[in-house]
């Protein structure tokens, strides 16, 4: 799995008016952050946003009911809850602030993780 950098660049863009939109590699994809809230990957030329318990009815209802899946080496399969990206959102900014909304919403409304401790060696 890639990543397209000039669809990372095109969400920037669309979502400037929202805040500011950093990304962190994963697996050969990219996750995306709108000011420091998780709200998409990006993995090949396609965005996936984040859903949840909330939002799953409004993708459901809107017909985007595919969910992003990764492969890993040991065969082994696991589905996330993020989904299909509608194909307005890659040409159309207001339909990526749009779609991008709901993603962002489901990220703030995620339990916020705790920040490792680090550990430290006996002396």
Do not use: C
């Not at 339909?95 to 006996?122: L, Y």
């Amino acid at each position: 799995m890639a990543f397209d950098a000039g669809l990372v660049e095109w969400v920037r863009e669309a979502l400037e008016p929202l805040g500011t939109v950093t990304m962190r590699r994963m697996m050969g994809g990219a996750t995306l952050y709108l000011d420091g809230t998780i709200f998409a990957i990006v993995a090949d030329d396609e965005i996936w946003f984040k859903a949840d318990a909330e939002s799953n009815a409004l993708w459901d209802e809107a017909g985007y009911t595919e969910r992003f899946t990764v492969t890993f080496a040991s065969g082994m399969v696991d589905t996330m809850n993020y989904r299909r990206a509608p194909a307005d959102v890659y040409d159309d900014p207001d339909a990526m602030r749009e779609w991008a909304a709901h993603g962002i919403a489901a990220g703030q409304r995620a339990p916020k993780k705790k920040p490792r401790t680090k550990t430290h060696p006996a002396r």
